[in-house]
């Protein structure tokens, strides 16, 4: 139990370009999503929390207009990256939490970005 | 405060052997300490995680020891193999909220 899916796995876009990554939660209701950042040999960088039905919580330093955050159902919750310049190549996470009163987050397998 | 500092960066250990990682942190809020594995190119796994109210966990070969006075806790994985070789990251939460991770080790298992 606990699967997070992303998709795509990999995508390459050209600057300029939006790009949509979504996460699902396969067998269980997240009321609660994560988007995090890593960079190579770096830790999880926390960008924002989703929770279902209200506005994207985002950390500092993280542009909400150009990570557009979506978490229109339990299941779902969806990353845009806007207007993507090469230096928002990276490999991007999700992560659900199980239940209101659950503190597991189960991770998805992440999604490679490139702009060219 | 709001940090959580992991060592070591990196560590190379013969197969059978008992790697130790180590993290440390600040704020006695944090209510939840999960430990995550990740190998290249994937996402990370849960793999244990323990509540301050308790010393010690143990889930097969992984062993969480958690020091609440010290405000430390620490990952011993027994009797390693050349398939635990990946990045392990230390984390923290206060109420369910988001995690707050540690730098990572990078662990290799020599055969």
């Known amino acids: 139990g606990a699967v997070v899916s992303q998709h795509p796995s990999r995508v390459i876009c050209k600057s300029g370009t939006s790009v949509k990554i979504e996460c699902r939660s396969l067998?269980?209701?997240?009321?609660?999503m994560f988007w995090y950042r890593q960079f190579p040999k770096q830790s999880l960088m926390l960008m924002a929390t989703?929770?279902?039905?209200?506005?994207?919580?985002?950390e500092q330093g993280v542009e909400k207009d150009k990570f557009l955050i979506n978490h229109a159902s339990l299941t779902l919750s969806t990353l845009t990256v806007t207007s993507a310049h090469p230096e928002d190549s990276s490999f991007y996470i999700c992560?659900?939490?199980?239940?209101?009163?659950?503190?597991?987050?189960?991770f998805g397998p992440g999604t490679r970005l490139t702009v060219t | 405060q709001q940090q959580v500092k992991q060592s070591p960066q990196s560590l190379i250990v013969q197969k059978g052997g008992i790697p130790i990682i180590n993290c440390a942190y600040e704020?006695?809020?944090?209510?939840?300490f999960p430990w995550y594995q990740q190998f290249p190119g994937k996402g990370p796994a849960l793999l244990i995680a323990?509540?301050?109210?308790?010393s010690e966990k143990k889930e097969g070969r992984f062993t969480i020891s958690f020091n609440k006075s010290a405000k430390q806790f620490s990952l011993h994985i027994m009797d390693s193999q050349p398939g635990d070789s990946a990045t392990y990251f230390c984390?923290?939460?206060?109420?369910?909220?988001?995690?707050?991770f540690g730098q990572g080790t990078e662990l290799s298992v020599k055969p």
């Open positions: 704020n006695t809020a944090f209510d939840y």
């Open positions: 992560s659900a939490r199980t239940g209101l009163a659950g503190h597991e987050q189960y």
């Open positions: 984390a923290a939460s206060i109420d369910g909220g988001k995690l707050i």
């Open positions: 989703s929770n279902e039905g209200s506005k994207a919580t985002y």
């Open positions: 323990i509540r301050p109210d308790v």
């Open positions: 067998d269980f209701q997240a009321t609660t």
